[in-house]
C-alpha cells in the first residue's frame, strides 16, 4: 500500500448535465440472511494516474461502484498502515483504560457539544459509542491528518465522474471547512450481546462515511438490487459510503445505502471508526440546477447542513439521517 497521496491541483469549475434515476427505497426485515458477494474496489492512486488510459479505467469503475452499489473498498489510498492501526488501537485502549462511570462523562448534554458518549445493550441495538468532531487530536492525529488528502480526492474523482471540473463537489460542500464527526464503535462478542443487532438499518448523512475496522465481519450493507452483503473489508482498507447529502445534490443519481450491524457472529469484541464526512454547517444544500429538468423533477428540499441534522428533533453531533424529511 502506497505511503504517500498523489498530488492533486486545482482547476476552474465548469458545469456539465447528468441525469438522476430513483430505486425502491424498500429496506428487507433485518432477519433476512446475508450473502457474501464481491464488492467493487477501487484503487485510490490510479484514480490520478498520469496514464491517461488507467486513469479513465479507474474513474469508470469508481461510476460503476457509485451507480450500482453505493459504496466500495478504497485501497492503495496513501494512508499509512500505522496510522490506521494506531488509530484502532488507541481506541480500545481508551475502552479499556476508562471506566464505564469515568466515560459517562460524555454524555451529551446541550446541543452545542462536540462530544457524545452511549452505551445500548438491548434487542435491538448493541454497542457502546463515542462520537468526536473529528478534528485532529491525540492518538487519532495522524490518521485524521493523512485522511484529508483522501476525502479531497475522492470529492475531486466524483466531481469528475458526474461530468463536472476537479473542485465543484469540493467547493459546493465547503469540505475543507466540513463537519466532519468520528463514531467509534464498540461491539461486544455475541455471547455478551442482548440479540443480534449492532445497529439497526440505516443511512448516514453527509457526502460520504469512510470505515475501519479492527476484526472482519458485523457489517452488511444493502444493494441497491434490495439484497444484503456481508461486508469484508481488506486489511487496512476502507470501505466508503454514499452519504445522504451526496444523494440530494445530484438529485438521486447516486443513492445513500442502507446498512446494519450484526453480532450474532461476534467470536470476539469489535471496534470499527466510521468518520461521517459532510459539508461546513451553514453550507446550504439543495440539488444542483444542472440535474434538474422537464424529465427530472426536483427530489429533495434544500435545507442547511445544521438543519439537516437538527430536522428530526436530534442535535449536530448525533449525525442522524434525515433522508425522508428532505425527499419531496
Known amino acids: 500500500m502506497a505511503q504517500t497521496s498523489p498530488v492533486l491541483t ?5 458545469h456539465a448535465k447528468i441525469t ?9 426485515m433485518d432477519s433476512v440472511l446475508a450473502v457474501d458477494e464481491e464488492i467493487p474496489t477501487i484503487d485510490f492512486f490510479m484514480l490520478f494516474s498520469d496514464d491517461p488510459v488507467q486513469q479513465s479505467r479507474a474513474l469508470n469503475h469508481l461510476s460503476y461502484a457509485c451507480d450500482e452499489y453505493g459504496f466500495f473498498y478504497l485501497v492503495n489510498h496513501g494512508v499509512p498502515d500505522s496510522a490506521i492501526e ?21 454524555m451529551k448534554s446541550n446541543p452545542t457539544d462536540r462530544i457524545m458518549w452511549g452505551l445500548n445493550s438491548h434487542a435491538g441495538e448493541n454497542r457502546e459509542y463515542l462520537k468526536v468532531v473529528a478534528h485532529p487530536h491525540e492518538v487519532l492525529e495522524e490518521y485524521f491528518e493523512r485522511f484529508q488528502d483522501v476525502k479531497i480526492g475522492l470529492a475531486r474523482a466524483i466531481s469528475k465522474i458526474l461530468g463536472f471540473e476537479e473542485c465543484y463537489t469540493e467547493k459546493l ?7 466532519d464527526v468520528a463514531a467509534m464503535n464498540v461491539y461486544p462478542p455475541s455471547f455478551q450481546s442482548k440479540g443480534s443487532i449492532g445497529v439497526p438499518s440505516h443511512t448516514d448523512p ?16 444493502l444493494s441497491h438490487k434490495g439484497k444484503w452483503i456481508n461486508v469484508h473489508i481488506p486489511r487496512n482498507a476502507f470501505l466508503i459510503q454514499i452519504g445522504d447529502h451526496l444523494e440530494l445534490k445530484p438529485n438521486g443519481k447516486y443513492k445513500s445505502h442502507v446498512h446494519q450491524v450484526v453480532v ?12 461521517l464526512h459532510g459539508p461546513s454547517l451553514d453550507t446550504l444544500v439543495i440539488p444542483a440546477s444542472e440535474f434538474v429538468d422537464q424529465f427530472h423533477r426536483l427530489g429533495y428540499r434544500g435545507m442547511t447542513y445544521k438543519e439537516s441534522l437538527e430536522a428530526n428533533g436530534h442535535y449536530e453531533i448525533e ?9 419531496l
Open 20 to 28: 438522476s434515476v430513483r430505486f425502491s427505497n424498500i429496506i428487507p
Open 10 to 14: 486545482q482547476e476552474t469549475c465548469e
Open 206 to 221: 453527509g457526502f460520504f462515511v469512510s470505515l475501519i475496522q479492527d476484526v472482519d465481519g458485523g457489517l452488511r450493507v
Open 264 to 275: 450474532d457472529n461476534n467470536k470476539v469484541k469489535r471496534i470499527s471508526l466510521a468518520t
Open 319 to 327: 449525525v442522524q439521517s434525515c433522508l425522508e424529511q428532505l425527499r
Open 86 to 106: 494506531g488509530a484502532l488501537e488507541g481506541i480500545a485502549e481508551f475502552f479499556e483504560v476508562t471506566k464505564v462511570e469515568e466515560r459517562k462523562e460524555y
Open 173 to 179: 460542500f465547503n469540505l475543507t471547512s466540513g463537519f
